[in-house]
C-alpha cells in the first residue's frame, strides 16, 4: 500500500522538483549535502507518519534512508533506498528511528554514518552510531554488522581536516568530538564534550567545517521555544570554540532545524529543514536550501530562510509563483492545491488589484518564445501581467483570462522576448480572485 502510494507520490511530483521545499515526493528532514565528483548529493532523514505498531504516533518515525543529488540545484534525482532499518545488523528492526545521517568520502569509498537504536542491549540504552560503506555515494551501501564502539548519542557528522586526520562529531544532550581511525570505522580517542558552547537549552546536529583556516562547528541551539542554527569558531577541529552568532533563526511552527552548509561552483549554501508539506505536525519535515554568504571577516550572515530558494528556473520549465522571492503586503496568499495532498504543491490567489508576487532568476535563454501557458482558475473575467525585472518593467504577456469553471491552461501571445537571466513580477490588473498554479513559456 505504501509503495503504491509513493509510485503515485513521484508521478504526481515529477514537475515540482524545485524551489523551497526541494523534494516534494516524500517528507525530507536533517539535511546533509556534500560535493562528490561535480554533484550535490543529499543525504536526509526520511521522515514517514506512524501507523498502527510502526512507530510511535506522534513522534519522529523513520525506516531507511534515500540518497539524492543534482547538478543545477533545481532537478533532483532520487536514487531509492540506500540503508534500511531491517536490512542493518545491529539494529532494532522495529525502532523507527534512523535519524539524522551523514556521508563522507575518502580513498575512494563513502562511508554512510547514522544513529539509530541497537537491537543488542550490550552496546547501552538509547542511540549509538553506524557506518555503511559504497564505492559510490549513491551506493549501494554495505552496512557494518556492528555499530561504532563507544560512541552513544546522534546527529553524525565527520570532518576530515588537511592533514587526513577524520573527526567524529555527534550529540547527546552536548556535543561531543573524537578523532576517528584512518579506517573511518573506530575511534582513535575517547569522545570529549566541546567546551565553550551555549550551556543552557538543547544542541544537537552538528556539522563542521573549514573556510580560509577558520573551523566552523555549526549546531541547532533551542535559546528560546525552538532551534535556532548557530555556529561558534575556532583555529582547530577540536576547539577551542567561540560562540559567533546565529545563522538561522527560529522557526514559529517546526520545532527542529537541522542544518548542512556546503560550497558549490563558488556559491555557499546552507541546507535546512522546514514542515512545508505538514504545517500541522512538525516531526513531518521537508529539506530547504538558500544560499549564505560570509563578511570580509570571516562571520557567516544570518540567512532569512524563503520560498524561492536557489538555482536558475528555466523558463520553458514550470515556475511556481507561490515559491515566490518577494510578495506584496496585501491582496494576495498561498495555499494548498489540495490540503488533503499537500505534495500536489499550491497556489497563489490574487484578490487584489496590483497585488504581485516576485519570481527571481528564470532563465528565457536565446532562442526567441512566442507565448506563455499558465494553469489558472477564476470565476470571473481577470487579467495578469507578467513583467521582467521589475513591477513596472517590461510586458511579457499580458494574461487574459474569461471566466470559467475549474482549472484551466490559458495561452497568451508574449509581447516582448528577452533574452537571458530575468526577475518576474506578476501582477494582478483586476479586483477579482484569480488562482494560479504555474506558468511557462513555449
Ligand atoms: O530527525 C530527528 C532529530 O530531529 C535529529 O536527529 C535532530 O537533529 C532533529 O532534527
Redesign the pocket.
Known sequence: MRSIALITLLQIATHLAAQNPIITSQYT??PTARVFNGKIYLYP?H?ILATPGHGRPGW?C?EDYHVFSTSDLVHWSDHGVIVSQDKTPWVKPDSYSM??PECVDRNGKYYFYF?STPRDSSHGRGFTIGVAIADNPAGPFIPQDEPIKGVHG??PNVFIDKDGQAYLYY?EGNIYVAKLKTNMLELASEPAIVQNLPAKGLK??PFLFERNGIYYLTY?HVRNRT?CLEYATGTNPLGPFTIRGVIMDESPTCW???QSIVQYNDQWYLFY?HDDLSPHFDKARSVRIDSLFFNADGSIQKVTPTLRGVGITRATGYIEPDRYSRISNTGVSIDFLDSLRPYRGWKTIFAGDNAWVQYNSVDFGNHPLDHTLARISSTSDATLEIHADSLYGPVLAEIRIPAGEGWRIITTPLAHFLPGIHHLFIRSKTTQAVEIDWLRFE
Open positions: 528532514a536533517d532523514s521522515d519522529f523513520m535519524w539524522a544513529p546522534i546527529d550529540a544537537e546536529g541547532p532551534e527542529t532545524n537541522h529543514h
